[in-house]
């Protein structure tokens, strides 16, 4: 069967990297969190106290900096690692989020990642979250989804993420940070967060993450039955020809 490229996209803390790790696994397709790149490169600046106005610097860096995923035997994930050291837990952090979407706005920034991100998906069979996959990644993604939720809801879903790693901030603080992160990803130069014209909806406020990668496989199957029934009629015809 032809393999496809899914694109989710959305806003911070609906579910879509969670949503779209388990599809990936449920399909056997490549998974690749597209916002642990910009958070690695926001961590390589910082560590190397390098201005992000300082734009001749950042473009060095990004040819400097070595950003892969590992895949973890144990838990069976993709782990980010920068030069070949896992950094999964110092991405995840507070400060990484407070700042994330001003790296990620840098023109330089999002030409490079846009680009490895390509080169990753090009054999297709793989799952992309992120806010521009739909748009600018993969606008020819077979399946897309744009995912939403109410911002208390996602706010109170990063405290727990951040709590279960030692790291407590009071929800307000999470909600200012994600209303910052949601106005600086839509109203960006470079590929901003906007939904796809052909983009499913969809509002995880009120939904567990099994129903949300139901949706997102019912989905895929739809769209992989279709091309399965257009191959055959194609194939039926030229065979009558």
Do not use: W
Request: hydrophobic content about 40%.
């Amino acid at each position: 069967m032809q393999k496809i490229v899914i694109a989710i996209d959305g806003y911070s803390s609906c579910g879509k990297s969670t949503t779209a790790k388990a599809v990936a696994a449920e399909l056997g397709y490549a998974y690749i969190d597209t916002g642990a790149m910009y958070r690695a490169v926001t961590l390589y600046l910082l560590e190397h106290d390098i201005r992000f106005d300082d734009l001749s610097r950042v473009e060095q860096a990004l040819h400097e900096m070595h950003i892969t995923f590992k895949r973890n035997r144990k838990t069976g994930r993709n782990e980010l690692c920068l030069d070949g050291t896992i950094r999964e837990d110092e991405i995840r952090q507070m400060r990484i989020s407070n700042l994330v979407s001003e790296v990620s706005g840098i023109p330089a920034v999002r030409h490079a990642m846009v680009s490895q991100q390509q080169r990753m998906g090009r054999k297709r069979g793989v799952v992309m979250d992120g806010r521009d996959i739909g748009t600018t990644v993969f606008p020819d993604a077979e399946v897309k989804v744009f995912m939403t939720a109410d911002v208390l809801t996602r706010a109170l879903r990063r405290q727990e993420e951040l709590a279960a790693k030692e790291e407590h901030v009071p929800v307000e603080d999470i909600v200012e940070n994600l209303r910052k992160r949601d106005h600086l990803d839509s109203t960006r130069t470079e590929s901003p967060l906007r939904r796809a014209a052909d983009a499913v909806l969809l509002d995880t406020t009120h939904m567990m993450i099994d129903e949300q990668v139901d949706f997102v496989l019912e989905r895929v199957s739809a769209t992989l039955f279709a091309q399965a029934v257009s191959s055959q009629s194609q194939n039926g015809s030229g065979a009558g020809i």
